[in-house]
């Protein structure tokens, strides 16, 4: 069926087609009946949505989140925003979807992205700090190029890490330069690249790509710790020296830059902190760009948890 996006739903019209289930749980209305509370999504947003008397099977299991669904429904409003009141749902079978309608995709050439990358690496000159960023990549390139780099702030789409971190290099490159006479490039370049690498073990994804939910790993310990881990064990296999192994863990475990945000330390080198603040530029302006593209010109958007404030839309 010809797929309709979410962005051009119009209320008190019948809608039909395939979308992604998120954030989906079978709840118990105040008369006791059962319903479905969730959400869809699409490569354009998403929508809330709700089906009454309702008792399942699709949205009883958690691992139903990020599953395409074909549903039918009417377009309503709550609270001023639309929703979805749906009448029918069911799993979608492959052969009944384009993944390209449902998810969105990194709007960069991963091609040219990746070779950028790996130029940077060859680049790096300490022998140390490159063997090590060598082997990492090696052993998680295909996820690294696949993986969301979040669930929801930013860079949340496929192929959202991949992006991230190479906007990231491009800013350490010309950065490094800039204030070469306090930088060490090769150690922010190699910081700059592994800064988000164990975000694979982090969070898990759905067979389209999306990010689910976090795994008990990425729950337990965090992408900061699991990515100095294997920066020290890597490092030992090497035989690195253990200053400079604990340098670029140091790189890894600050780069959050305050302990309220999920830094294990405080970043206390030059690398470290200009790590942190490419780390905050680039994810702050990928929010911007994400809340601008559903604003009209010369209007607040609602405040934003991430930026802790609302942001202006001007001409």
Request: hydrophobic share 40%; proline share 3%.
């Given at each position: 069926m010809p797929?309709?996006t979410?962005?051009?739903?119009?209320?008190?019209e019948?809608?039909a087609?395939?979308?992604l289930?998120r954030?989906?749980?079978?709840?118990?209305s105040a008369?006791g009946?059962?319903f479905?509370?969730c959400s869809?999504?699409?490569?354009?947003?998403s929508?809330?949505?709700?089906f009454w008397?309702?008792t399942?099977p699709?949205?009883?299991s958690a691992s139903?989140?990020?599953k395409?669904?074909i549903?039918?429904?009417?377009?309503?409003?709550?609270?001023?925003?639309?929703q979805?009141?749906?009448?029918?749902i069911?799993y979608a079978e492959e052969?009944?979807?384009e993944?390209?309608d449902l998810?969105?995709?990194?709007p960069?050439?991963?091609?040219?992205?990746?070779?950028?990358?790996?130029g940077l690496v060859n680049?790096i000159?300490?022998?140390?700090?490159?063997s090590i960023?060598?082997?990492?990549?090696?052993r998680?390139?295909?996820?690294?190029?696949?993986w969301?780099?979040a669930k929801?702030v930013?860079?949340?789409f496929?192929?959202g890490?991949?992006?991230?971190?190479?906007?990231?290099l491009l800013?350490?490159?010309?950065l490094a330069?800039?204030?070469?006479?306090v930088?060490?490039r090769?150690l922010?370049?190699?910081?700059?690249l592994l800064?988000?690498f164990?975000?694979t073990?982090?969070?898990?994804?759905?067979?389209?790509?999306?990010v689910?939910?976090y795994?008990?790993?990425g729950?337990l310990l965090?992408?900061?710790?699991m990515g100095?881990?294997?920066?020290?064990?890597?490092?030992?296999e090497l035989?690195?020296?253990?200053?400079k192994?604990?340098?670029?863990?140091h790189?890894?475990l600050s780069?959050?830059?305050?302990p309220?945000?999920?830094s294990a330390?405080v970043p206390?080198?030059?690398?470290?902190e200009m790590?942190?603040?490419?780390?905050?530029m680039?994810?702050?302006?990928?929010?911007?760009?994400?809340t601008l593209?559903?604003?009209?010109?010369?209007?607040?958007?609602?405040r934003i948890f991430?930026l802790?404030?609302k942001i202006?839309?001007?001409k």
């Amino acid at each position: 069926m010809p797929h309709k996006t979410i962005d051009k739903f119009v209320i008190n019209e019948d809608v039909a087609g395939v979308y992604l289930l998120r954030n989906c749980a079978i709840k118990t209305s105040a008369n006791g009946s059962s319903f479905l509370a969730c959400s869809l999504s699409d490569n354009s947003g998403s929508i809330d949505a709700k089906f009454w008397n309702y008792t399942g099977p699709v949205g009883a299991s958690a691992s139903d989140d990020g599953k395409p669904v074909i549903v039918r429904g009417k377009v309503g409003e709550f609270k001023g925003v639309n929703q979805l009141t749906l009448s029918a749902i069911r799993y979608a079978e492959e052969g009944e979807y384009e993944k390209k309608d449902l998810v969105a995709v990194a709007p960069i050439d991963l091609t040219e992205a990746g070779k950028k990358i790996r130029g940077l690496v060859n680049s790096i000159s300490d022998p140390d700090y490159k063997s090590i960023c060598e082997v990492i990549l090696e052993r998680h390139g295909k996820a690294f190029s696949v993986w969301p780099a979040a669930k929801s702030v930013h860079h949340s789409f496929v192929s959202g890490l991949m992006m991230h971190t190479y906007n990231m290099l491009l800013l350490a490159e010309f950065l490094a330069e800039q204030y070469k006479d306090v930088i060490d490039r090769d150690l922010l370049i190699a910081g700059t690249l592994l800064h988000d690498f164990a975000k694979t073990k982090e969070l898990g994804i759905s067979q389209l790509g999306i990010v689910t939910d976090y795994t008990v790993k990425g729950q337990l310990l965090g992408h900061l710790v699991m990515g100095a881990q294997e920066i020290a064990d890597v490092a030992e296999e090497l035989g690195v020296p253990e200053g400079k192994s604990i340098l670029l863990q140091h790189m890894i475990l600050s780069h959050h830059g305050e302990p309220e945000f999920g830094s294990a330390v405080v970043p206390m080198c030059a690398e470290a902190e200009m790590l942190h603040l490419i780390d905050l530029m680039d994810s702050r302006m990928e929010i911007y760009k994400e809340t601008l593209n559903t604003m009209e010109t010369d209007t607040f958007s609602e405040r934003i948890f991430a930026l802790e404030k609302k942001i202006f839309k001007h001409k």
